[in-house]
């Protein structure tokens, strides 16, 4: 089945850009998502971007997607202390029979 | 605010008890689903129902059920529950069935089996 895979940590200075990086296997994958989470909150869905699309920007965030490579990417430009979270890179493959394939998140870190 | 309501936020039990979760939809949305997230497992897909039939399985117990009602209200049941059943039980809702393009998630019920 399907492996989306993050890297668990990411620190970044305020200010600056974050990219936060993920893959999947599945090459049937239709819809990539990103999902934030904040401490004890649920999942709130950022940005999700067509399999047959490169870049998709909304505000501050723009997503990168490199079919090839099957490599997603999820960059907040300014980063600012509320953008501290856990950031989820999910997959759903062709029919969607079988729900989201989460990664393991990404925890952002803001430095002052 | 997703417009995704869970109950109850908070449960507590003892191993071997059964509880029920609950979750409504937003507004529209036919489909349901039921994610687990534990720290070790991280977030795994249970179970999707599309207006009132299930619509696909993923890794749920079969200690585990689910259903969703005319009112599209959906509800999980977990029964004969152990320590390793402590996790975090989202539901999350989408327009469509299949090729849905967005989900919504809930804050989630925190399952803590003691």
């Known amino acids: 089945g399907e492996d989306v895979e993050q890297s668990l940590f990411l620190s970044v200075r305020e200010g600056d850009s974050s990219v936060i990086n993920c893959t999947y296997t599945d090459s049937s994958s239709t819809y990539l998502y990103w999902y934030k989470q904040e401490p004890g909150a649920g999942l709130q869905l950022l940005t999700y971007?067509?399999?047959?699309?490169d870049m998709k920007q909304d505000q501050r965030l723009t997503v990168l997607l490199n079919k090839k490579d099957k490599h997603l990417s999820l960059r907040i430009a300014d980063t600012q202390t509320g953008d501290s979270a856990i950031y989820f890179c999910?997959?759903?493959?062709?029919?969607?029979?079988?729900?989201?394939?989460f990664g393991k998140g990404t925890h952002l870190i803001i430095q002052p | 605010d997703s417009g995704v309501t869970q109950t109850p936020k908070h449960l507590i039990t003892a191993t071997g008890q059964r509880v029920t979760l609950r979750c409504s939809p937003r507004?529209?949305?036919?489909?349901v689903y039921w994610y687990q997230q534990s720290l070790d497992q991280g977030l795994q897909f249970l179970i999707q129902?599309?207006?009132?039939?299930?619509?696909a399985k993923g890794n749920i117990l079969e200690r585990f059920s689910a259903q969703q009602f005319p009112d599209l209200h959906s509800e999980l049941n977990l029964s004969s529950l152990e320590l390793g059943d402590s996790a975090l039980y989202f539901c999350?809702?989408?327009?469509?069935?299949?090729?849905?393009?967005?989900?919504?998630f809930g804050q989630g019920t925190r399952l803590t089996v003691v």
């Open positions: 129902y599309y207006n009132g039939e299930e619509r």
């Open positions: 999910a997959s759903r493959q062709r029919g969607g029979a079988d729900g989201l394939t």
């Open positions: 507004s529209g949305d036919l489909s």
């Open positions: 999350a809702s989408s327009v469509g069935g299949l090729e849905n393009t967005e989900a919504f």
């Open positions: 971007i067509f399999s047959n699309m």
